[in-house]
Each structure stands twice: as C-alpha cells, then as structure tokens.
C-alpha cells in the first residue's frame, strides 16, 4: 500500500470509529421519553422518608432536598444584605442593595478558588473556611470599608448574610445545613457532616466579622430561582403582553441542578410536625432542591458509553454518584472529549505522530485539562480546514492536528454537547409535567430561571435543549410555552433574598 492509500485508509477508519462513538451519545424520541417517566417516578419516590437502612450519604436515588424556602419573592423587596457564593470554581462575596422594583445593584468580589484547596488530599475544612473569611474581610475593606467603621460602635445593628453552597446539605432550617457530600473538585474529608454555616461563622469571628450573621444557607439553585422571581414581572415583559410565571430555577455551569416548588402536602419526608406547623403558618408550597445531578445514579436509562464508566469510576472524586451531571456539565464534557481522543490514538486512529501514550503532549494526558469552553469554540467552526479549531486545540492541549482529524473532533464535540443539552430537557419536562404548571391559569405560559456558563454561552446549547423539549412527552405545544431566562448574578442576590427572610 502507498504511503498515500495508508492515509486514506487510516482516516476512513478514524471515520467509522467516530460515527459510531457519535452513535452511542444519540439520545432518540423514545429515549427522552423514558427518561422523563423515570425522573418523575425519581422525583415522586425522593419526596418520600427513606427507607429504613438506607441513609442520605449512600442513597442512590434523587435527594429532593426541601429548602425551607416557602414563598417566592415578588420584586417589592428591599434592603441591603450581603452575600457569599461557593461554586465550583469561584467563591463570590457580594452586597445586594434590593430597590424594591424589581431592579437591584449588586457589588462583588470574585476569588478563584486555590489548585491546593481542590486537589491537596490533606487540606481541612479549617483551610476552606478561614480562605472564606479572609476573602470577605477583602470584600469589606474595598467596598464597604462605612459598614466596617460603623460595626465598631457599639449600636450598629448586625449585618444579614446569605450563603449559597452548592453541594448537597441536609437542612433542618434555612439557617443551617449538614454537608452530605462534596461534588465538583473538593475532596476535604472532615467537612462531611458537619454544619457549614456554623465553620463559616466561627471563621468570620475569629478575623473580626462578628458583626456579619449567616442567617440563611441555599444553594446556587434556589438562589437562581428567587432572584428570578425577584426580577420577573417587571413592567417591561409586562407591556409585551407576557403573563408567564417563574416555576423552575436551574444551573448548567461546572455542575447542574435544578428546583421548583413542590406541595408541601406532598413532601412526605417532611417530619409531621414540621409539615404542620408550616401548613398552620397558611405555608403551601416549599422550595425543592432536586439535586438532579444525581438523577439516576443506579445506571437504569442513562445513556452509558465507556468513556463515562471511565471518568466516573478512575477520574472522578465521587465514583457512583452525580451521574447525570457527569454527562451533562461543564466540568465534563470536555472531559468526555480527551478521553475519546485518548481511546481512538491508542486504537492507532489519531495523532499518530505521537507513538504511544507517553508521547502525547502533557495536557493531553491530563485530567480535566480540556475545558468545554475550548469545545464551545469547535462547536461552532466553520473556517477553512477548521483553523479556529486547530488554534484552540493547539492553544488549550500543545495539540496539533490534521484537518482531516479535525472534522472527526468537530463531530465528537456536536455529539457530545447535544447529548448533554438533550439530557438537560428531561428534568425540565418531567418537573413541567409533574407540577401541572403548563396546564394552570388561562394560558399556561411558564419561566425558567437559567444560570451558568454552559447554558449561557455554550452555542446552540439553548436551542438544543428547546428542541428535545419538544420531543419529550410536553411536545411542541409545550415548549412554545416555555420560556428559558438567563437568571443574572442568580446566586447572589438568592442568596441576599433568603437572608432577607430569615
Ligand atoms: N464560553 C463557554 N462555553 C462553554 N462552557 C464554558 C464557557 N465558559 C465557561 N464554561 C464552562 O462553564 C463552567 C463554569 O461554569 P460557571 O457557571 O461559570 O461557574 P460555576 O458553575 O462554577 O459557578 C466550566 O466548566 C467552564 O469550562
């Protein structure tokens, strides 16, 4: 064989071998469908005590945790509150100044969370906390150095903070909350069941933040879905003729969630006293946190390739759980994509100027190195010879490559962001079908609060995602109903929101 037939040979494989990997992250009609009977089922059975033996750290299904929040704001609010947000990536200090018409100016200070705190084995919850309090004194120096000044008198009244942590916690009341695991990066082991609010205060107070009261803890989420509430229904969408309401708050960034409000009847594991007390109150309806990133985590209907299987079980820091969110955020799915690239220059398809493993650029080894933001812009090239594409690949990884295999990429990153985005409908179905939401009031018109880079700037990720709704059981007549809102500084001003409520 030429050296010239070798090459063709060689990339009609690659070809083939890529079609059917693209195959394997199809998610099909009947696939979405079965998928949101199950979620629903999920949903139903989450809401429901646990069984005995069974306990929230090992509970496979969906956690479905309540929040405490039972009321949605309607934009009249006001005040000024401060906030903290720990993400995945970044940690946000911020002071909320609500006008009470549904506008609000926000003030922030944004820290990469340290390498060492993500992935240092021997770093304590000690580290994590006083990195926290020593971020928020930095905050208070620069932009409220008056409200530091004043707290130094002695009848200056306390300081309301809100703090979102999203990670799942076990609430008993909205101003405390037990870690049941980390997800997304940290790895700190003695933080697990232990109240974060109360290893953020004491590290407040211990650098002089005394005045500053964590009166609430939410997630991203929640956060997400009340400054959505906040914001909704301003004269302006008003005029438009838009009457559609606020029924779903979700996150599609370095992970995914989701919540919606829920029937406090139906929140069986509620302890009965609690239930009653609240229902006395004139409380009907609760803040439900799905935690949805753990959507099947038993592997029943979940599309399964063995690039997931891989990442779950060898590269994960929680194999077994948050599934779902390894096949649909930000954090994985460049992930997905090195593996693949990895597997098929092993099977001598790609990169085959590289002859083993050990010669592939550094990066290219690396775990998590490929960021989806690098994806975003394959997933859009349309250059000749895909050069934009060679540039990011050669900026991101050291990795070049041959036009030819960049087709094969590009098909591989479309397979991988549409699977993810037609995987992000099936909550958003199966929450609208459980509520009854598109069927309430005269036209049934309904909001989604969105926030996180993926779903914000991911191209065609919304798209995507509107298109399976339609395939999903609300059908098309559904999902003209829907309408997806980028929730801004979500988290924040949730979190300020909650504070408020406190
Ligand atoms: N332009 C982009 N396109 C696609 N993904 C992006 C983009 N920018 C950031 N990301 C991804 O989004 C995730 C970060 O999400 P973000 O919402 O910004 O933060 P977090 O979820 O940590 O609060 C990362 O996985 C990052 O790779």
């Known amino acids: 064989m030429s050296f010239d037939d070798f090459h063709k040979a060689t990339a009609r494989a690659l070809s083939e071998k890529v079609d059917e990997i693209c195959a394997e992250f199809a998610v099909d009609e009947t696939k979405l ?175 002089n933040l005394n005045m500053i009261n964590v009166v609430a803890i939410t997630n991203d989420t929640v956060g997400t879905f009340l400054s959505h509430c906040y914001s909704s229904g301003t004269a302006d969408s008003l005029s438009s003729g838009e009457i559609s309401e606020p029924v779903i708050g979700c996150i599609f960034g370095t992970g995914t969630n989701g919540c919606y409000m829920e029937e406090i009847q139906n929140i069986t594991k509620l ?17 439900i946190n799905t935690e949805w990133g753990s959507f099947d985590n038993e592997l029943k209907h979940l599309p399964t390739t063995k690039y997931d299987v891989e990442i779950d079980q060898k590269l994960s820091a929680n194999p077994g759980f948050h599934l779902f969110e390894k096949r649909v955020s930000g954090m994985f799915l460049g992930e997905l994509l090195r593996n693949i690239l990895v597997d098929l220059h092993s099977m001598g398809l790609i990169l085959n100027q590289y002859r083993t493993y050990a010669n592939l650029p550094h990066r290219l080894r690396t775990p998590f ?35 030819s295999e960049r087709v094969e990429i590009q098909k591989l990153v479309r397979a991988i962001s549409r699977r993810s985005a037609y995987l992000a409908a099936v909550p958003i179905a199966a929450i609208l079908i459980k509520t009854g939401a598109l069927n309430k009031r005269y036209h049934g018109e309904v909001e989604i609060g969105c926030d996180g880079s993926v779903v914000e700037y991911y191209p065609g990720f919304r798209s995507m995602l509107r298109h399976a709704l339609s395939l999903s059981p ?5 999902e003209r109903k829907v309408h997806l809102r980028i929730a801004k500084d979500g988290s924040g001003v949730g979190a300020a929101l909650c504070a408020l409520v406190a």
């Open 33 to 207: 469908k079965e998928l949101t009977e199950y979620f629903i089922e999920s949903m139903e059975k989450g809401l429901q005590p646990l069984e005995a033996g069974q306990s929230e750290e090992t509970f496979k299904g969906l956690p479905m945790i309540p929040s405490f929040v039972t009321g949605k704001p309607n934009g009249t609010e006001k005040g000024v509150l401060l906030a903290a947000d720990l993400g995945g990536t970044n940690f946000r200090v911020c002071s909320v100044d609500l006008s009470g018409d549904h506008s609000f100016t926000l003030q922030q200070m944004k820290s990469k969370i340290p390498e060492e705190l993500l992935e240092d084995e021997t770093v304590t919850s000690h580290d994590l906390f006083s990195f926290l309090a020593r971020r928020t004194v930095a905050f208070m120096k620069k932009y409220h150095p008056e409200l530091l000044e004043e707290h130094a008198k002695e009848t200056a009244k306390p300081l309301k903070m809100g703090f979102t942590f999203s990670y799942p916690i076990d609430q008993k009341s909205l101003g405390s909350g037990t870690l049941i695991r980390w997800t997304k990066g940290f790895r700190i082991k003695d933080t697990v069941g232990k109240d974060v609010v109360q290893l953020y205060q004491e590290q407040l107070n211990s650098v």
């Open 271 to 287: 302890p009965e006293e609690v239930k009653t007390a609240l229902l006395r109150e004139g409380k009907t309806h609760m803040v």
């Open 369 to 403: 190195e490929l960021s989806s933001e690098v994806l975003s812009h394959i997933e859009i090239d349309d250059s000749t010879g895909l050069r934009e594409t060679e540039l990011s690949l050669l900026q991101s990884l050291r990795l070049p490559t041959t036009p």
């Open 474 to 478: 609300i059908g098309p007549e559904g």
